[in-house]
């Protein structure tokens, strides 16, 4: 039995399911919108769609682009023959942020983890590949998280880059990273500091 009638309990239900938000914040965001007027409530539920309507993956990179291609694969002034390697979105956000990176990136969508059933295929790995076997790369940089699953992704990359293609520079972001930590939640300075000491793999 709920006490709330079912329009506020599916609400509820939805805002539990975001990242870091419990029951009781979803309760206590539920009931601020109730409170709000239509139009900021609306605000919102419009927000959410026209980003799910209008945001796709860029076709290069895999970076998120409200065209086919984002922005930065769309930058003539990026560097094509420098690409790093990040797992989410958010990455680029962070590695933007530090203005030390000038050349392109790819976006792998996660990081491996065969115990959540998360293996290479599901990666945009092999795109990965395509693109350097495709187009005259000269680095790829591997910006994965310093996580284990980072870290085991980044091997697996550096053991296939070797292989497909010697001739191009693989390297990892210098030590100096919280380690376990997301990148997203390295500061400016330090994630600065790490892709500028970045180092052979
Ligand atoms: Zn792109």
């Known amino acids: ?25 979803a309760q206590r965001l539920a009931f601020h919108l109730l409170r709000a007027g239509d139009e900021e ?20 990179c895999f970076n ?27 990455d680029v956000i962070s590695i933007e942020r530090t203005h030390e990176f000038a050349g392109r ?5 996660g990081a491996l983890s065969p115990i959540d059933g998360v293996d290479p295929e599901d990666l945009k790995i092999a795109e990965l ?16 998280n310093p996580t284990t699953t980072g870290e085991a992704t980044a091997l697996h990359i550096a053991d296939g880059l070797r292989e ?13 990273l919280p380690v376990g930590a997301d990148l997203e939640y390295a500061d400016e300075l330090t994630l600065g500091r790490a892709l500028a000491g970045r180092r052979s793999v």
């Open 1 to 25: 039995m709920t006490v709330y009638a079912p329009p506020v309990q599916r609400l509820i239900t939805e805002l539990s399911k975001l990242p870091g938000v419990g029951g009781r914040t």
């Open 41 to 60: 409530a609306l605000a919102l539920a419009d927000a959410i769609k026209e980003v799910k309507e209008r945001i796709g993956l860029c076709e290069v």
């Open 64 to 90: 998120l682009a409200d065209g086919p291609r984002c922005r930065i694969c769309s930058d003539e002034r990026r560097d094509v023959t420098l690409i790093c390697v990040v797992e989410e979105p958010s």
């Open 105 to 109: 990136y790819h976006v792998l969508g």
């Open 129 to 144: 590949y395509e693109r350097v076997r495709s187009t005259g790369v000269r680095e790829v940089v591997l910006a994965t």
């Open 164 to 176: 497909l293609a010697p001739s191009v520079s693989v390297t990892r972001l210098a030590s100096g």
